[in-house]
């Protein structure tokens, strides 16, 4: 049995890393959709703000508290984006781990 042979095998029967894969996809969708969401919600709400209120400082509040908004779902995003990165490169592992192991075995 061939180390190629061996890696197809260990993908095509573990089921857990097609469910990582998509775990993984489901929760960028969800974050992507959440931030875009987010963004428009407060893109709307200074434009109301803006046009409705004369008062500069209420203007000023507003558009601090919709930068600090903002920066906390771009943080948000680079905590999910490290997630996955770090979920992945550890299934990476795992899998070429065990197919060297396998391997060897196979070879002894």
């Given amino acids: 049995m061939k180390t190629g042979n061996i890696l197809r095998y260990f993908l095509c029967s573990r089921s857990v ?3 990582v894969v998509i775990l993984i996809v489901i929760v960028v969708v969800v974050v992507v959709v959440v931030v875009v ?10 434009v109301v ?3 409705v209120v ?3 400082a209420v203007v000023v509040v507003v558009e601090v508290v919709v930068v600090l908004l903002l920066l906390v779902v771009l943080l948000l995003l680079l905590v999910v984006v490290v997630v996955v990165v ?3 490169v550890v299934v990476v592992v795992v899998v ?13």
């Fill in 96 to 108: 070429v781990v065990v197919v060297v192991v396998v391997s060897v075995i196979v070879a002894v």
């Fill in 17 to 19: 890393f097609k469910e």
């Fill in 37 to 46: 969401v987010v963004v428009v919600v407060v893109v709307v709400v200074v």
């Fill in 86 to 88: 770090v979920v992945v």
């Fill in 54 to 56: 004369d008062n500069v």
């Fill in 49 to 51: 703000v803006v046009s």
